[in-house]
């Protein structure tokens, strides 16, 4: 059976603008630390891989004295780690009271490929426990113990560096041309084509104006029957969905990448 592996943040939940922000800052906050990230400040630190490194960009000399430091930026990890251990208990906390709704056709695609029998997981560079709570809170706890999640420092090289889907697909034990990605950032993307993963792309509040040229499906999100609709924004396969993105369609991207593979090959 296929694959079906998730990003997590801005694709089960868009958590980036009303989770992750809000929580970097009061961890800002509550640490004294001087800086407060605005909207437009953080449309630029997403684009950084990691919590921890989106920290460790505020890290300059001036500011690392002021907070007493010490001159030396090898010696500032614990610091960043007990920051970052902190925003992810308010973020999760956020996740637990509900104020973080999953995107539209997450739970539906979810159940169709469970009921299916792929292999799902998530492949995400945030911390773990941030993960699972969005996870279980997108599509609910018996769905979420079907998933491998693979996620925080699992690996050194984050997006859009390919390494955490070469570990998920290592660990799961599947071909990248069984699984398929569901992205949402530009990052996100290179990461899972450095991969070989066929992937479509749902754009989020930070994303939508990214280049995601070599995605096999661009869509506003991939929509429900109650609504909203998924609004198609770039179709290079032909694929033509509805106004949902159904477990079918996902199945004949496939088969339209292995037919592509194969004519190429007898070309030769």
């Not at 773990?128 to 018996?142: C, D, F, P, T, W």
């Not at 390494?163 to 071909?175: N, Q, S």
């Not at 930070?206 to 661009?218: H, I, K, Q, S």
């Amino acid at each position: 059976m296929p694959t079906l592996i998730f990003d997590c943040d801005g694709v089960l939940a868009d958590t980036e603008r009303d989770g992750h922000l809000p929580a970097f800052n009061q961890t800002f906050r509550e640490f004294a630390v001087p800086v407060h990230w605005s909207d437009a400040d953080y449309a630029e630190k997403v684009k950084i891989g990691g919590g921890k490194e989106r920290m460790n960009s505020i890290l300059t000399p001036e500011l690392a004295a002021e907070l007493g430091l010490g001159d030396d930026p090898s010696s500032w990890a614990d610091t960043i780690a007990t920051w970052h251990r902190r925003k992810t208990e308010i973020y999760t906390e956020m996740v637990a009271a509900g104020v973080l709704p999953a995107r539209p056709g997450i739970r539906r695609i979810v159940q169709e490929a469970a009921g299916a029998g792929w292999t799902l997981a998530v492949a995400s560079t945030s911390a773990e426990a941030s993960v699972r709570a969005v996870l279980s809170h997108s599509v609910g706890e018996n769905l979420a113990s079907r998933f491998r999640v693979f996620a925080g420092d699992r690996v050194t090289a984050k997006k859009p560096a390919p390494d955490i889907y070469l570990l998920a697909l290592h660990e799961l034990g599947v071909d990248a041309d069984d699984a398929l990605v569901i992205e949402d950032s530009e990052n996100g993307l290179r990461a899972a084509l450095a991969a070989g993963l066929l992937t479509v792309v749902t754009v989020s509040g930070y994303t939508a104006e990214e280049n995601f040229d070599g995605a096999a499906l661009v869509v506003s999100s991939l929509g429900d029957p109650s609504g909203p609709a998924a609004v198609v924004l770039d179709d290079p396969l032909g694929l033509h969905p509805g106004q949902w993105v159904e477990l079918a369609d996902l199945s004949a991207l496939l088969r339209l990448v292995d037919e592509e593979k194969k004519g190429k090959e007898g070309e030769k």
